[in-house]
């Protein structure tokens, strides 16, 4: 290929520039700073783009680097050949990579063509950009060089076939990166953790190989504690039937004690009948007919006391007799005596109101006397009237006398006139009012001492009549009136009456009573003699004591009765014969003695299921281990089995990573020699010394011996660094690039050459200007 | 008459061999669950008694949960009769924790035992427990009544003749011509059924649910219905897990990419009629190519939204066509050519190996 010119809108301190390239050799000499360097990276950027889009350093991000210092279009062109066709790329750059634009022209025709995409590089060069800076282009102080997959790839004739022998180190890094990962021996490794579980399961399976012993010793402890349980259990059901038997033969003694209880009682009731039949020497009486006596003969004795009471005393008698003689006319009617005592009464309150009329009818008298005298004085106001006259007339002969003039007489008689008249009319007034006045006092004194009069003559004739009554009513019991005691007399004469009656009641309240305690005592008599009782007259003890016995008795045939009821009933329910015949069992154990070793067995038992219980729990519990620990024994078999399926992996990863290598050794080594006489041709042309001391290995490091050993070229000075990198970088190129050479950029590959090496590089310069077009970058 | 005959229940099996800690819990309590349903459906057909012919747990530490409702199941059902036999895996703790033994609970030792299943005893049911002691010795004590219908039930593995010393060692030729009219057998795990003699059948009716993938088909019991009368015995095999268990195998021979796996166990996987509530494997088998793609996570995941559980097993080779490299100049060809000759591997890891290098060249995971 060629490039046939160029032009650059603007590229870092390039503007507007132009260039032509011919065949052969292109040397472009410039001061430092002219852009020399720009214009190298302006023809790698054409075909390969910007290198470090990523960087944030401008030194490092070449699109950075290279914005157009003036602004304008950031971009240019490139003219190259590619065998028989020309092309002209055209780039222009944004601030990121998505604002670039590629566009491809075919030269003849000026169509835009797709012979090459925007990767035109790679698909021109076959070699990435990173693989043509180490062969094709050599940038600035950057003349030693490497092999990289894609070199190595293009040397070994297979870029177009597989590319494989570029995914080498990728590959290779895969390979590691399982390895490191998986590791068996570093601590982040799998297979190093995998079998750090592995350790811990086994120890943990280890440990726990004894619960399943655990467990069988518990269940055979388990298994002795039920025996134990069971025979325990047995002894006690023996003991519950031994205490069942005694039981039963305390139950039937028991029985028996009550049987005979029975029997005693029924005969002990029988003799108390017996000795309360006694009380009654004939029959016993009616319970009912003897609590009537008993209620009569409390009424007799109540009668026998009315009859005491009532008896008569001789003072009583004899004033009977003289009662019945006094009041032989008849019994003084108390309605009548005491009408009378109330008339008598009434009688001396008229005495009293008579004192007091007569009293008051001289007063009225007294004040007749004083109103007859009052009419005949001259009352007030006729004096006031005839004193008026008086003035009338003394002004009126004032007025006539004293007056000066006529009309004033006039005046002062008329005035006196008026008086006059007024004087006058009080007068008459006066005095007739006076007269009318009096007139009516006397008139109504009058009348009330006519009333006086009257009332006093009404109760002189009242109290003639009472004392007239009063008098012949005592006179019939031959008493004499004596005025000043008649009420007293008449009021003995009705308490005599009342004294009378009273007795004569009295003595027939005790004939009564006398004749009915007669009847009760015939009645009681009779009772007592029909029970063959001997009794005195205390009837009321008598029949009580009776009443008593005949309850006792009563109650003790009762109890007997109830007795002989309930032993009725015992023998009836009970088997008598077989009580009566009761045995006690043979045993050589008591009740007691049997209940207490039962309250024994019993606590052994409870004590027992308790150990059953908590050798459950721990059962329970260990079966819970068991359990995890059955799980870890599966875990261990599975991490085991991972374990050295992983291993074996491992084993495999690492023979994969060891045979790749040696692979792409075996590749590499097969194109060691012609790159190594190609790299021998071009030192031996700069130095015109033979490069026999060189060596070149498979993975193209070349080596130098020095010192009795092959070295490193790195030890070596930078002009002869430059000068093996300058020369394997055109063995490389011979060697990847058969038919079609790519263009030689050189920006000053020679700079550290001393002058000899420079003058053989000078002579290799036009050497290879035969085969290759190159662009060399110098300064002047 | 009827009755139910079951084994190998293996109550509080752990199931964490292919289950997650959760998973196994749930199925350890529907195996628990499966247990009572079998008496549910006993109550429900007039079962009259049920054989329980050994294992009926797992390990002799058993949990309280099952323990319990095991007991409160057997004596919530006292018109059934529970005949347990213990197999290998019982020991005495379940008998041993019971305070009180139920009535309905019928157990065995190492003599014969006969218990009359009805009233009028035209059923015997005889076992005993097989020990390396009495195996050799108990079949010449076995003497039975030809007259009634003769059960008898044991725990172990059938074999023709009998093997010295082997606790789980059943002599079928021992127990020919002896009047049985059903060998109810427990310990293996799948059901069997075959002519024991002129007169009678021996059965194993299998485990009552699948636990492992070694446990596939069918599972449940035996019911029998006998006539003492007509001296008949009618058996019939009912399914009765919660779950079952598949083994899906699936040739992927030729497959290049996981889809193209996917696909071949899709299509395997359609011919089988899987219910959603099942326990599925796939073990993927054949030959790959050694740049095929396979990713049995990815394969995994793809299918275990559509079963209760999946497995895939990955039980492929690598097929290795060492002269299709022979000529290959790329870093591939050299690095084949190079594991061919290497004489530090071995043959059996050497497509392995191949295969990471290559998956390494080509950038995926490996």
New interface residues.
């Given amino acids: 290929m060629r490039i046939i010119n160029c032009h650059i809108e603007n590229f870092g301190r390039l503007s507007g520039y132009d260039r032509d390239f011919t065949d052969g050799c292109n040397a472009i000499m410039a001061s430092n700073g002219q852009g020399k360097s720009t214009l190298a990276a302006f023809i790698r950027v054409m075909f390969y783009g910007f290198e470090g889009e990523g960087k944030r350093r401008t030194g490092e991000n070449e699109r950075k680097r290279y914005e157009p210092w003036q602004g304008g279009v950031y971009g240019g062109r490139l003219t190259f050949s590619d065998g028989e066709k020309t092309y002209v790329i055209q780039r222009t750059f944004g601030n990121k990579s998505s604002e670039d634009t590629f566009e491809l022209r075919d030269a003849s025709t000026n169509l835009v063509s797709d012979a090459y995409s925007e990767n035109i590089g790679e698909e021109l060069f076959k070699v990435n950009s990173e693989s043509y800076m180490r062969t094709a282009y050599i940038g600035q102080n950057d003349v030693v060089t490497h092999t990289t997959d894609g070199i190595n790839s293009m040397i ?3 870029a177009d ?2 590319n ?2 570029d ?2 180190e ?3 890094g ?2 590691n990166d ?1 390895i490191n990962k998986e590791s068996p021996t570093r601590s982040t490794g799998s297979l190093y953790k995998l079998e750090g579980d592995v350790t811990a399961l086994r120890t943990r399976v280890r440990d726990g190989s004894v619960i ?1 012993d655990s ?2 010793r518990l ?1 055979d402890n ?2 002795e504690s ?1 025996e134990e349980l069971a025979k325990h259990s047995d002894i006690r059901k023996e003991l519950a039937k031994k205490q069942q038997k005694l039981g039963a033969y305390k139950d039937r003694q028991a029985l028996k004690s009550k049987y005979d209880s029975l029997s005693e009682e029924c005969k002990e009731r029988d003799d108390e009948v017996k000795v309360r039949r006694v009380a009654f020497p004939g029959e016993v009486p009616d319970m009912e007919k003897l609590n009537a006596m008993q209620e009569k003969a409390t009424q007799y004795a109540k009668i026998c006391e009315s009859v005491t009471f009532h008896t008569l005393t001789h003072e009583e008698t004899d004033k009977l007799a003289g009662y019945d003689k006094k009041f032989e006319p008849g019994i003084p009617d108390m309605n009548e005596t005491t009408e009378l005592i109330r008339k008598l009464r009434d009688h001396d309150k008229s005495m009293s109101e008579d004192t007091s009329d007569k009293a008051e009818l001289k007063v009225l008298e007294s004040e007749l006397d004083a109103v007859k005298k009052d009419k005949k004085r001259l009352p007030s106001s006729a004096t006031v009237g005839m004193a008026l006259i008086l003035i009338a007339m003394i002004a009126a002969v004032a007025s006539v006398i004293l007056m000066p003039s006529n009309a004033l007489r006039w005046v002062g008689v008329g005035i006196s006139a008026l008086i006059l008249i007024a004087g006058v009319a009080v007068t008459a007034f006066g005095l007739k009012k006076h007269k009318s006045d009096c007139e009516m006092d006397i008139k109504d004194i009058e009348s009330e001492m006519g009333k006086l009069r009257n009332r006093i003559d009404s109760g002189e004739r009242y109290r003639r009549s009472v004392m007239e009554q009063a008098r012949a009513y005592l006179d019939r019991y031959g008493m004499a009136l004596d005025p000043v005691s008649v009420t007293e007399d008449l009021r003995y004469l009705h308490t005599m009456a009342d004294e009378y009656l009273r007795l004569k009641d009295k003595k027939s309240d005790h004939e009564k009573a006398a004749e009915q305690k007669n009847k009760y005592k015939l009645e009681f008599d009779k009772y007592l003699a029909e029970l063959s009782i001997v009794s005195d007259d205390d009837y009321v003890k008598t029949f009580s004591r009776l009443s008593m016995d005949l309850r006792s008795y009563d109650e003790a045939v009762a109890r007997a009765s109830k007795a002989a009821e309930r032993l009725k009933d015992f023998e009836k329910e009970n088997d008598i014969e077989a009580l009566k015949n009761l045995a006690l069992p043979e045993d050589d154990m008591t009740l007691e003695q049997i209940n207490e070793k039962l309250a024994e067995v019993t606590g052994r038992i409870d004590e027992i299921a308790g150990r059953i219980r908590d050798e ?1 729990d721990q ?2 519990a ?2 819970e281990k ?2 995890l620990w ?2 870890d024994q ?1 875990s261990l078999g599975v991490k085991e089995k991972q374990l050295f399926e992983g291993k ?2 491992y ?3 690492k ?2 990573s060891k ?2 290598t ?3 050794e ?2 590499t080594a097969k194109y060691m020699e012609p790159l190594l006489t190609g790299f021998s041709k071009y030192y031996s042309s700069v130095t015109g010394a033979p490069a026999d001391k060189y060596h070149i290995d498979a993975n193209t490091n070349i080596t130098v011996d020095e010192l009795g050993g092959q070295r490193d070229t790195s030890l070596l000075s930078t002009g002869y660094q430059d000068l093996i990198g300058f020369c394997l970088r055109l063995a490389l190129i011979d060697a990847m690039y058969e038919d079609e050479k790519p263009v030689l950029v050189l920006d000053d590959p020679f700079v550290n050459l001393d002058a000899e090496r420079l003058e053989g590089a000078k002579r290799l310069m036009d050497t290879l200007a035969a085969n290759y077009q190159m662009i060399y970058f110098t300064c002047r | 008459m009827r009755i139910i005959h079951c084994a190998d229940l293996h109550l509080d099996s ?1 199931m ?2 292919n289950l997650d ?1 959760m998973r196994a819990k749930e199925r350890k309590a529907e195996l628990l669950g499966t247990f009572c349903r079998m008496v549910d459906y006993a109550k429900m057909h007039d079962v009259s008694a049920i054989l329980i012919a050994g294992d009926m747990f797992d ?6 949960l099952t323990r319990n409702t095991v007991r409160d199941t057997i004596t919530a059902n006292k018109d059934i009769d529970f005949y347990y036999l213990k197999g290998n895996h019982d ?3 379940f008998l ?2 019971l305070e009180e033994v139920p009535d309905n609970l019928k157990f065995f030792d190492e003599g014969w035992t006969s218990y009359p299943m009805n009233n009028d005893a035209s059923v015997i049911l005889t076992a005993t427990e097989l020990s390396a002691k009495n195996n050799n010795l108990c079949y010449n004590a076995l003497v039975l009544d030809p007259k009634p219908v003769n059960i008898v039930m044991l725990h172990g593995q059938e074999v023709e003749t009998g093997t010295r010393d082997k606790a789980e060692i059943i002599a079928l030729r021992e127990l020919k011509n002896k009047n049985i009219d059903y060998l109810a057998l427990g310990h293996i795990h799948s059901y069997k059924q075959k002519p024991l003699d002129g007169r009678g059948v021996y059965c194993y009716p299998g485990c009552l649910e699948g636990r492992g993938f070694d446990e596939t088909g069918e599972h449940g019991f035996v019911l029998i219905d006998i006539d003492p009368i007509g001296h008949k015995v009618d058996t019939s095999f009912v399914p009765f897990a919660s779950r079952r268990l598949y083994e899906v195998n699936t040739d992927v021979t030729g497959c290049m990419t996981s889809a193209e796996i996917a696909d071949k166990i899709t299509e395997e996987i359609s011919g089988q009629d899987i219910d959603s509530r099942s326990l599925v494997k796939i073990v993927l088998k054949g030959q790959l190519d050694i740049e095929a793609e396979k990713d049995t996570d990815y394969l995994t995941k793809r299918f275990e939204d559509n079963y209760y559980f999946v497995k895939v097993e990955d039980e492929t080779g690598y097929i290795v066509d060492y002269a299709d490299y022979a000529l290959d ?4 060809g ?2 084949v ?3 061919e000759a ?1 004489s ?2 071995s043959e059996l ?1 050497k497509p ?3 295969r ?2 290559l998956m ?4 995926e995971q ?1």
């Fill in positions: 070994g004739g297979i076939n597989t494989d022998l995914s080498y990728k590959a290779l895969r390979l399982l399943l467990i069988h269940e388990m298994e039920k459950s059962h329970d260990l079966a068991l359990e059955e799980e599966v074996h992996r084993k495999n990863i023979n994969a045979y790749l040696l692979a792409k075996s590749i | 752990k964490t061999s800690r390990t002799g530490s058993i949990s309280a020991r005495d703790s041993s924790s100049a790329s870093l591939k050299e690095y050519r190079m594991i290497a530090d591997i890891d392995e190996v191949i990471m290098g390494a060249i080509a950038g490996i």
